[in-house]
């Protein structure tokens, strides 16, 4: 395998990968919705078993979380990262906004939005999230972006990411709905 083929599949591997997690996490919500389950929260017993898994260690307050905040924050958070990227593909060195994903006025915003809102601005976004992530060139792998908190973030750094940032809210949704 040539080395154009391997970084091909690099981003074909992470399409897959992050449209089979938005596919899951948009069937969690969705059921939610259907089910009245739209503020249902972790168990406990849940919550002590999550915060050690992936992105959680770091992300703790995000596991009080209704399944509504959950969703808003996915919508927000591939929103975000699909303008990362954009800009970490066309600008020289961005400069990339931390995400505060419990600030007070971002909560707030997902609880005064209907539940069918909310889903709908969630599809969207994840569906130009994932448009996003599959036209990324071999060329674009190596861009960067400065971000505040991290330091220099590669377009690949943020493919490896972003798949199992949906798998952590994809679990964290499915024991909020057990």
């Known amino acids: 395998?040539?080395?154009?083929?391997?970084?091909?599949?690099?981003?074909?591997?992470?399409?897959?990968?992050l449209e089979a997690q938005q596919t899951r996490v948009g069937l969690l919500v969705?059921?939610?919705?259907?089910?009245?389950?739209?503020?249902a929260v972790l168990q406990p017993e849940d919550r002590?078993?999550?915060?050690?898994?992936?992105?959680?260690t770091e992300y703790a307050i995000e596991l009080d979380w209704t399944v509504g905040d959950v969703a808003g924050h996915v919508r927000d958070s591939a929103q975000i990262f699909t303008d990362r990227l954009t800009r970490m593909c066309r600008e020289r060195q961005p400069q990339l906004?931390?995400?505060?994903?419990?600030?007070?006025?971002?909560?707030?915003?997902?609880?005064?939005?209907?539940?069918?809102?909310?889903?709908?601005?969630?599809?969207?976004?994840?569906n130009t999230l994932l448009l996003t992530v599959a036209g990324i060139r071999a060329t674009e792998l190596s861009r960067t972006?400065?971000?505040?908190?991290?330091?220099?973030?590669?377009?690949?750094?943020?493919?490896?990411?972003?798949?199992?940032?949906?798998?952590?809210?994809?679990?964290?949704?499915?024991?909020?709905?057990?």
């Open 97 to 126: 906004a931390d995400f505060v994903t419990d600030a007070p006025e971002r909560l707030a915003d997902y609880r005064s939005r209907p539940p069918t809102q909310l889903l709908q601005e969630l599809r969207r976004a994840q």
């Open 48 to 56: 002590r078993r999550l915060v050690h898994l992936g992105h959680f």
């Open 145 to 178: 972006g400065h971000h505040p908190l991290i330091g220099p973030v590669s377009v690949a750094d943020v493919l490896n990411f972003l798949p199992g940032h949906q798998l952590d809210h994809a679990q964290q949704l499915a024991a909020q709905l057990r």
């Open 1 to 17: 395998m040539t080395l154009i083929h391997s970084v091909l599949g690099f981003v074909a591997r992470s399409t897959v990968a």
């Open 30 to 39: 969705g059921a939610a919705a259907d089910d009245g389950r739209w503020h």
